[in-house]
């Protein structure tokens, strides 16, 4: 498949995913998706999300969010063929594209509403200084 073909699931198909596999979810990888969450605009890198969560190297974050992922697609039943599992939660920008070193992740804008509505990430502004949409001007 290409990545390009995919339907994104909606919001509601992520919840009602996430709550189906949420036994099976663990703590790392709840912590992993927190994480890619509060990233500045939900981009983060493998390597970044190790050094953050305490793994050794983005290895162990491929093989969680991989295991995340295809949980995910069985309870959403979705097969991505040959297109990599993590995909149903991100989408990547490859090395040098963005003057990135390394591949970065973006979680998904639907993934992103879905983990705020089960409350398992804090649900914030889009704007980029919320503080500031509060404060009169002088």
């Known amino acids: 498949m290409n990545p390009r073909q995919l339907r994104v699931p909606s919001v509601s198909d992520y919840v009602a995913a996430f709550r189906a596999i949420e036994p099976r979810v663990s703590e790392k990888q709840r912590e ?3 994480v890619h969450h509060d990233a500045p605009a939900r981009v983060i890198s493998a390597t970044r999300l190790a050094d953050t969560v305490g793994f050794e190297n983005f ?6 969010y991989g295991l995340l ?4 697609l069985r309870a959403l039943n979705v097969d991505l063929g040959d297109f990599v599992a ?3 939660l991100v989408e990547f920008v490859h090395p040098g594209f963005a ?5 970065l992740w973006v979680l998904r804008p639907n993934v992103v509403q879905a983990l705020e509505d089960l ?3 804090r649900r914030d502004s889009h704007l ?11």
């Open 32 to 34: 992993l998706l927190r």
């Open 59 to 64: 290895t162990a974050v491929n093989l969680q």
């Open 69 to 72: 992922a295809q949980e995910i």
């Open 86 to 88: 993590v995909g149903i």
């Open 99 to 103: 003057a990135n070193e390394h591949y």
């Open 119 to 121: 409350g398992w990430a």
């Open 128 to 138: 980029l200084y919320p503080e500031s949409a509060f404060t009169p001007a002088s």
